[in-house]
Each structure stands twice: as structure tokens, then as C-alpha cells.
């Protein structure tokens, strides 16, 4: 802490910014980091532990990104540590089946209800990427549905009105994806079932998936209404579709089988990841045992990856998992998301703002609009410029939200009381300058 700064940044992150941008394209290695939906550069962190994080000038965040998503414990849980670390003097990578795997394998067929077979993989890009393939194998179709403002990673089919990034960037789809590829995806608007109804009516023989984050978390955090999730999996069932839940986000986060197990439906495949990696680079997609054994060695549709399983990654996963459970993590953080639901309501009260607050566990999302959030439509009647504001008002004293209208905020269970007492604060006073 210190200086005060005029800028988002100080002096060594900017000097650190200023050489990536020589080396890096747009000087980051993931564009959401890039700050370009709220202005100003971004800081350079030097370090993280429990809820906070240093950057290289020494000032500290409370941080409510948490490596977006991952961080379920807090930063750099002494579990996790001594769990990399134990299986680092070990190799830290083999190239060959490890027992770490096998346990992973199966915890996550344990917890998560749908999974009957699970294969790891390094992102949830390729998770995602990798049950498109199987369910258009699978189905022998190639049509894929996903909707308007949900984020499935970079995949080429799925980089249509994707979300965040894209949104942020103003760009709703990719150069360098051929229109033809990308006209095997439909987009529809979430919680629409009427469009949904119409869709499947013309086209459903030729569905090979629904795709959908479960409760939307890429463009805010947008919830289902009752009983949408519960229409996707009867009309896939109805037209010989699969349903694929994009749980990268919400696995392992909002409880041991996700959303999933929160609201009772049995998706056929599940993409999971952040969480599960403990902060390593890992992803996994899982389901049907039918489905899987489909996938190579055993059956036509190849996916592969050099350090898929790795020891590190698995450890780390596993390390997260059990501290969760161990420490009733998932009923922990609920009570403090119910902390934080009296404070936003309180400086709501104090502010005058018809602010939407959403939150469900740990992951929360305040649109700057007074319009109910049921879409990515909605979403997008946020009042931007304010939000630009409210959020280098918060960074400048020293809370850490995601940068962007657009994201997820998370608490994990290394936020204090103390902490939400002192986000209050400087909530009430951004929002009030706002
Ligand atoms: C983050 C995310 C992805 C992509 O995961 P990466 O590890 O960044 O490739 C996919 N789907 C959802 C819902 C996500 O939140």
C-alpha cells in the first residue's frame, strides 16, 4: 500500500506491461486480463495467499477473481502446496499412467452424479471441444445448439455469441473460423423456450447437442428459470440429442456434483475444470459410460494429450477436492454468499441504486441495471460507463473485482468476515461515485 495512484496500475506494472506488449500479443496471455473493457492497464501480480494478492508495486487486493474460478480455497492453500510438492520429488510428468489419475477418476464419478466414466484433459477448452466431438460421434449429426452469452473456451464451433471475452472485445465471434463450420452451431437465447420449441421442431433430427453452462457465469451471472434446465433435458431426450453441461464454471464449486446435483438433472456428458485443478492447468468431461467408451483406445473418436493426467495437475485437484470436503466447504461459503447478500442489500438501500444482485454459493454478479437479468439482451442494458468507474474506484482501494461488467465475482473460503465488512465499504463508497 502507499501511493495513491492516478492510474489502474503502478510504476513496475507498467514498466512489466510495456515489454509484454513487445513479446505478447496484446501483452497478455488471456485477453480478459488485458483490462480493455474497463480502460487502464493491468497490474502484474507478484503473489497471492488466502484472499488477497500483491502486485510487483507492493499494493494488495482483496481479490473476488480468484484465477477465475480455481481458487476455491483461497490463493496458495497449504494443502494444495504440500501436495504438488509431494508429488513434484516424485517426476512431474510420466507419460504414463499414474495412480494419481485412477483417484481422481474416480472421486469425480463419485461426487458427480451423471459421470460414469471420466477423461482428464489440460483445459476446459478442450473438455468442451472434446464432448462436441464425442456427441457428434456419438449421435452421428452434426448440429450443435448453445446459447447467446455462454462461454465454452475457444472452440471453433463454439466461439458464436460467446460471452465475456468476446463480448468485452466487441467482436461476438472469431476471425479465422469458416463460416461453414460455424453454421453448424444455432444459437438460441437463454431461458427462451419457445425459441427453443421452434428450433428443435424445424431442425431436431439434425441435433447432435444442446451445450449450455448449466447457470450461465460468462456474461455475469445469469440463473435459470424454474424448470428451463429441465425442458433442455426433455426435448435432447425427445429428438435424439445429447445434453451436454458445461460445468468448467459451476463443478466442484457450488457443490460436490455442481448443478447438476443442486437441480436434479442428468446431463448424458459434463466439461469440467478450474476448480478440479487445485490452480493447475486441468480439464475433464465425463458422462454416459456408453458415450465415453466411444472415445479412443476403445471406440472412433480420437482426443488425446501428452500431459492429460499429469501427476502435478492431479494432486493438486485432489488436494482442493478433499479440503473442500473436509472442511464442509460448500455450506461454508453459502453463509458467507449470505453475508454478502445483507451487505449489497444494505448499500443498495444507502446508494439509491436498483442494481441486480444475483448469487448462488460462492459466485455472485451485481448488474449495473434495473432490469431483472434473465439473458445476455438483459445483461446488456447495464450501464457500462458506471461500471468502468465502480471498478477502477474498488481496484484503486484495494478490491479486486473481475474487469469486466460481463464476469463472475467468487468468495472463497479464505474471505473473512472482516473482508466482506471492508468490501462493503468500498463498495458503498465506488458505487455512490459511480
Ligand atoms: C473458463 C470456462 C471454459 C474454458 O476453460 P479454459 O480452461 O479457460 O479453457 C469453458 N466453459 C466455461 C463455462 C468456463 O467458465
Not at 508495486?57 to 504440500?82: C, N, Q, R
Not at 435432447?236 to 455442481?258: N, P, S, Y
Not at 441486480?356 to 441495471?369: D, I, N, V
Request: aromatic residues 8%.
Amino acid at each position: 500500500m502507499g501511493f495513491v495512484m492516478t492510474e489502474s496500475s503502478g510504476p513496475l506494472s507498467q514498466k512489466l506491461f510495456s515489454t509484454a506488449k513487445q513479446y505478447i500479443p496484446g501483452g497478455v496471455n488471456s485477453p480478459v486480463r488485458a483490462f480493455r473493457s474497463v480502460g487502464g492497464e493491468p497490474f502484474f501480480a507478484r503473489r497471492a495467499k488466502g484472499a488477497r494478492v500483491w502486485d510487483v508495486d507492493g499494493k494488495d487486493y482483496i481479490d473476488y477473481v480468484g484465477t477465475w474460478g480455481p481458487a476455491i480455497l483461497g490463493h496458495a492453500p497449504i494443502s494444495v502446496i504440500e501436495a504438488v510438492h509431494t508429488a513434484a520429488k516424485d517426476g512431474v510428468s510420466f507419460g504414463i499412467p499414474n495412480p494419481y489419475e485412477v483417484e481422481m477418476a474416480r472421486l469425480v464419478c463419485e461426487w458427480v452424479p451423471s459421470v460414469q466414466k471420466v477423461r482428464m484433459c489440460n483445459s476446459g477448452t478442450e473438455a468442451t471441444m472434446s464432448c462436441v466431438r464425442l456427441a457428434r460421434g456419438f449421435t452421428g449429426r452434426d448440429r450443435i445448439i448453445k446459447f447467446d452469452g455462454c462461454y465454452h473456451g475457444h472452440v471453433d464451433a463454439l466461439l458464436v455469441a460467446a460471452g465475456s471475452g468476446a463480448l468485452t472485445n466487441g467482436k461476438p465471434d472469431s476471425a479465422g473460423i469458416p463460416a461453414s463450420y460455424a453454421g453448424l452451431t444455432t444459437v438460441l437465447p437463454y431461458n427462451d423456450v419457445e425459441a427453443l420449441e421452434r428450433t428443435f421442431a424445424e431442425v431436431g433430427h439434425e441435433v447432435a447437442a444442446i451445450i449450455v453452462e448449466s447457470y450461465p457465469a460468462n456474461a455475469g451471472l445469469i440463473l435459470p428459470q424454474p424448470g428451463y434446465l429441465q425442458k433442455l433435458r426433455e426435448i435432447t431426450q425427445k429428438h435424439g440429442a445429447l445434453l451436454i453441461f458445461d460445468e468448467v464454471m459451476t463443478g466442484f464449486r457450488l457443490a460436490k456434483g455442481g448443478v447438476q446435483e443442486l437441480e436434479n438433472i442428468t446431463p448424458d456428458l459434463t466439461a469440467m475444470g478450474k476448480v478440479i485443478g487445485g490452480g493447475l492447468p486441468v480439464g475433464a468431461f465425463g458422462g454416459r459410460a456408453d458415450i465415453m467408451d466411444l472415445l479412443a483406445p476403445d471406440g472412433p473418436v480420437y482426443q488425446a494429450g501428452t500431459l492429460s493426467g499429469n501427476p502435478l495437475a492431479m494432486a493438486a485437484g485432489l488436494a482442493q477436492l478433499r479440503e473442500m470436503e473436509k472442511q464442509n466447504g460448500y455450506a461454508r461459503l453459502d453463509e458467507l454468499g449470505k453475508i454478502m447478500d445483507s451487505a449489497v442489500a444494505e448499500v443498495l438501500k444507502k446508494t439509491g441504486k436498483e442494481y441486480q444482485y444475483y448469487r448462488k454459493g460462492s459466485m455472485f454478479c451485481l448488474f449495473f441495471t434495473s432490469k431483472q437479468v434473465h439473458n445476455l439482451g438483459d445483461a446488456k442494458t447495464s450501464d457500462i460507463p458506471a461500471f468502468r468507474k465502480f471498478f477502477h474506484s474498488c481496484l484503486k482501494q484495494g478490491v479486486y473485482f473481475a474487469p469486466s461488467q460481463f464476469e463472475t465475482g467468487f468468495i472463497s473460503l479464505a474471505h473473512s468476515a472482516d473482508d466482506l465488512a471492508r468490501t462493503a465499504e468500498v463498495v458503498q463508497q465506488a458505487l455512490s461515485e459511480a
